[in-house]
C-alpha cells in the first residue's frame, strides 16, 4: 500500500486553523454540512445512472447512512454517492472549493474577530468536520470502480492519502470525535440535530440503522401529485401547529431566479390574541437543506405571520446569517415572492370574497402595518385592503376596486372619513353631504386607518382624501348646490353672515385659524376642518395620544370652523350676539367644543363642563 502526504493549500490551512480554533460555538453544523456533501454526491449519482451503464456498485441503493459508537467516540457517515478517486480526494480535500473563498476568509476570519458566535453561522463545507474532529478518515471510491482511498488529517497542516481494499461505491467518513464534542456519538443529540437542518433530504437517511427523515420535501414536488391532507399534514409539521391552513401557495419558478416556495396563512393570529409578537415563520432552504430557520430576510416583516419554505438553489448553503441580511439575491427573492404572494391573495379574493373577509378580520392588520411601513408593495397592497362604507352592509368591508367600480364618474377623489365606530361616523357632521349628494365614503375606524390611506396617497390614479380636509374638492354639482341654495326666508342674509363670521373669529381667537361658511353641512350647526391637508384628526389623535405618553409637549395645531347658517342654532346665535353678548360667547364656545368632540379630538375637559353647567343653569332658569 502506498500511503502519500501532501500539504494543505495555504488558505485551508487559515480555514483550518480557524475552524479547529475558534469554532466551537454551533458546532451542530458540521453534520449539517456533511449530510449536503453527501446528498450533493448522491444526487450526482442519480443523475448519472440515468445515462450511464457502466456505473460500479450499479445496485447499490442511494443512502445516506450514520453510524455512531459511544465507546470508540466515533461519528460516522457513508453515503453511495459518486465518490472519489484518488486525484479528486487530494483536491477536493485539499484545497477550498468555494469560488471567491478569498472573501469568504477575509469575512469569517472578520467575524471570528469580531464575535466569536458569528462565526459559528458561515458554513465551512467539509472542514466543518474538524470542529468536532481531533482526526478525520474519509474512504471512498469513485463510480468508475477505480481503487478505493482513505484520507486521513488531524487538520494540521497535512494530510495523507493511503490505497484502501474493499470499499465500495461512495464515501464514508469517520470522525473521530475531540474530548469535548463526545455528545456527537449520542443518538438522540444527533437525531435531534438531523430533523432541525437535514429533515427534508431527498435520500432516506438512516441513523443507527432508522429512516429518520420521514417527511418529504412537499414543496419540491410536482403540485399536481400532492394530495390535499399532505399539504395539511406538511402545514403542521412546519409550522408546530394545530389549526388547518386557510390559503396555500405552492409555486416554481426557474427564471430569473430558481426557487420553490411553499406558504402557508394560518387560521388563528396568535399575536393579536396577545401571545405577543410573532416570529417569521418561514424557512430559507437551499436544495432541501436549511440554511436560515424563521428567517427575517426572505419576507418582508409584516408578513411574519405566513409559514412555510423557501428554497432557492441560486443561494450558496455557506452563506451566514449576516451575510443573507444584505445579500443582493436574497432581496431580489424577497421581492419576487412578495409579490407573487400577494397577487395570489388578490386573486382569491376575487374568487372568493366571503373567505377573504375572515382572513381580513384575522391577519388584515398585517397588510396595513406594509402599507404604512413598505413603499415596494403598495401598489399591491392597496388592492388588498378594505374598509367599511356607507355602501358597504355593517361589518363588511369593501375594496378600494369595488368603490372605484360604483364611483361617480365625475368624481376626482376617493374620500373617507375616521371614527370610532359606524354609528359615531354616520350621526356625525362630515357625511351629510355625502349621504346627501350619494357620494359613498369609506369609514376608517381603527387608529392606523387614515396613516394606512394617507401612506398610499392614491389608487389607480384617484387621490385618497380625508372627507375632514378643509379644501376638499367636491365633485361637480354638489358645491356648487350648495352656495347657490336659494337663501330660504329663515336663512341669515349675506350681511348678517358676515358680521356672525367676524365676531365668531374673534370669540374663539385663540383655538382656531380660521370660522368660515360651510358648502357642505346639510344639517349639523358646524364641524371642525383641516387646513393641513395631510393630516386627518385621526391621525392628529394618535401622534397626540403618542406624545402624551411619552410626555411629549403637544403641538396643537388650529382647525378651521365650519359653520351651517341653515341651521337654527346658528341663527339664534346671529340674534343672540346683540341681545347678550357674553351668553353668546359661551354658546360659541360650546359649539366648537362639541364639533371639536366630534371630530375625535381632545377638548379641555374641565372647562367644558364647568361652562355647560353655567349654559344648564340659564336655560333652567325660571
Ligand atoms: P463544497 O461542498 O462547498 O464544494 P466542501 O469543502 O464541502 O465544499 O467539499 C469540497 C468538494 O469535495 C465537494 O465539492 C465535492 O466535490 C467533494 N466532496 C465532499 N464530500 C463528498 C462526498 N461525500 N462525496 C463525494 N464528494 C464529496
Not at 66 to 93: C, P, Q, W, Y
Not at 166 to 190: C, F, M, N, P, S
Not at 410 to 416: A, H
Not at 566 to 577: C, D, G, H, S, V
Request: aromatic share 10%.
Amino acid at each position: 500500500m502506498t500511503t502519500t502526504q501532501h500539504e494543505f493549500q495555504a488558505e485551508t490551512k487559515k480555514l483550518l486553523d480557524i475552524v479547529i480554533n475558534s469554532l466551537y460555538t454551533e458546532r451542530d453544523v458540521f453534520i449539517r454540512e456533511l449530510i449536503s456533501n453527501s446528498a450533493d454526491a448522491l444526487e450526482k449519482m442519480r443523475h448519472e445512472s440515468l445515462t450511464r451503464e457502466d456505473v460500479f456498485d450499479a445496485h447499490v441503493p442511494l443512502e445516506i447512512d450514520i453510524s455512531l459508537d459511544e465507546k470508540a467516540h466515533t461519528f460516522t457517515i457513508t453515503d453511495t454517492g459518486i465518490g472519489m478517486s484518488r486525484v479528486e480526494l487530494e483536491s477536493n480535500l485539499g484545497t477550498i472549493a468555494h469560488s471567491g473563498s478569498n472573501t469568504f476568509l477575509l469575512e469569517l476570519a472578520e467575524a471570528a474577530k469580531k464575535d466569536i458566535n458569528l462565526i459559528g453561522q458561515f458554513g465551512v463545507g467539509f472542514y466543518a468536520a474538524f470542529m468536532a474532529g481531533a482526526k478525520v478518515r474519509v474512504q471512498s471510491r469513485s463510480w468508475d470502480g477505480s481503487e478505493g482511498h482513505e484520507w486521513e488529517s488531524d487538520g494540521s497542516g497535512t494530510f495523507t492519502i493511503t490505497e484502501k481494499e474493499g470499499l465500495h461505491r461512495g464515501t464514508r467518513i469517520i470522525v473521530e470525535l475531540k474530548e469535548d464534542a463526545h455528545e456527537y456519538a449520542q443518538k438522540w443529540r444527533v437525531e435531534s440535530i438531523i430533523k432541525q437542518y437535514s429533515a427534508f433530504v431527498s435520500f432516506p437517511i438512516k441513523l443507527e440503522g432508522e429512516v429518520v427523515n420521514t417527511v418529504q420535501a412537499l414543496w419540491m414536488r410536482n403540485k399536481a401529485e400532492i394530495k390535499e391532507e399532505e399539504y395539511t399534514e406538511f402545514y403542521k409539521f412546519i409550522a408546530n401547529a394545530f389549526d388547518e391552513p386557510t390559503y396555500r401557495l405552492h409555486f416554481s419558478a426557474d427564471a430569473p431566479l430558481a426557487i420553490n416556495a411553499l406558504l402557508f396563512v394560518p387560521k388563528e393570529n396568535f399575536e393579536i390574541m396577545g401571545f405577543g409578537r410573532v416570529d417569521p415563520g418561514v424557512n430559507l432552504y437551499c436544495q432541501r437543506i436549511l440554511i436560515d430557520q424563521h428567517s427575517e430576510n426572505i419576507l418582508p416583516e409584516w408578513l411574519r405571520f405566513l409559514k412555510g419554505v423557501v428554497d432557492s438553489e441560486d443561494l450558496p448553503l455557506n452563506i451566514s446569517r449576516q451575510a443573507l441580511q444584505d445579500n443582493a439575491l436574497v432581496s431580489k427573492l424577497r421581492k419576487v415572492i412578495t409579490k407573487r404572494f400577494l397577487k395570489y391573495m388578490d386573486e382569491e379574493a376575487k374568487k372568493d370574497p366571503e373567505k377573504y373577509l375572515e382572513f381580513w378580520n384575522t391577519f388584515g392588520i398585517y397588510f396595513k402595518e406594509g402599507a404604512t411601513s413598505d413603499y415596494e408593495f403598495q401598489k399591491e397592497l392597496s388592492r388588498l385592503i378594505r374598509f367599511e362604507s356607507s355602501k358597504s352592509e355593517a361589518g363588511k368591508p369593501i375594496g378600494l376596486a369595488e368603490y372605484l367600480a360604483r364611483m361617480n364618474p365625475d368624481q376626482e377623489e376617493i374620500y373617507y372619513i375616521n371614527g370610532p365606530s359606524r354609528t359615531a361616523i354616520e350621526s356625525g357632521p362630515y357625511v351629510e353631504m355625502f349621504t346627501k349628494n350619494d357620494i359613498e365614503i369609506l369609514y376608517t375606524m381603527e387608529p392606523i386607518d387614515d396613516f394606512v390611506l394617507s401612506h398610499l396617497g392614491e389608487f389607480e390614479g384617484k387621490k385618497l382624501v380625508s372627507a375632514d380636509r378643509a379644501d376638499l374638492s367636491l365633485p361637480k354639482g354638489t358645491e356648487a348646490d350648495a352656495e347657490e341654495k336659494p337663501e330660504d326666508e329663515a336663512s341669515l342674509d349675506k350681511e348678517q353672515k358676515e358680521s356672525l363670521l367676524s365676531w365668531l373669529k374673534k370669540a374663539l381667537e385663540d383655538k382656531v385659524a380660521d370660522v368660515i361658511v360651510s358648502r357642505r353641512l346639510v344639517d349639523s350647526p358646524a364641524m371642525i376642518v383641516n387646513p393641513d391637508g395631510h393630516m386627518s384628526s385621526s391621525m392628529e389623535r394618535v401622534i397626540a395620544m403618542s406624545r402624551r405618553e411619552k410626555g411629549v409637549p403637544e403641538e396643537k395645531s388650529k382647525k378651521n370652523l365650519e359653520i351651517n347658517p341653515a341651521n337654527p342654532l346658528i341663527r339664534r346665535l346671529a340674534a343672540l350676539i346683540k341681545e347678550d353678548e357674553d351668553f353668546a360667547r359661551e354658546v360659541a364656545g360650546q359649539i366648537y367644543d362639541n364639533a371639536m368632540i366630534q371630530a375625535g379630538l381632545y377638548v379641555n375637559h374641565l372647562e367644558m363642563v364647568e361652562r355647560n353647567y353655567r349654559i344648564l343653569g340659564r336655560v333652567t332658569k325660571a
